[in-house]
């Protein structure tokens, strides 16, 4: 079985967790505009 991790781990682990989330947040708008861009020029 694994061992749970220590208290410092899981706040390391949050602060890797929320700024992926943040990543995503921001690259996903980001994608679709460029996507909508794209289609645009193709049609």
Known sequence: ???MASGN??????ATYS??????K????VLVLITVV???LIV
């Open 38 to 40: 794209v289609i645009a």
């Open 9 to 14: 781990d899981i706040k390391a682990a949050e």
């Open 1 to 3: 079985m694994a061992k």
């Open 26 to 29: 921001v690259s996903i708008p």
């Open 19 to 24: 700024g992926f989330i943040n990543l995503i």
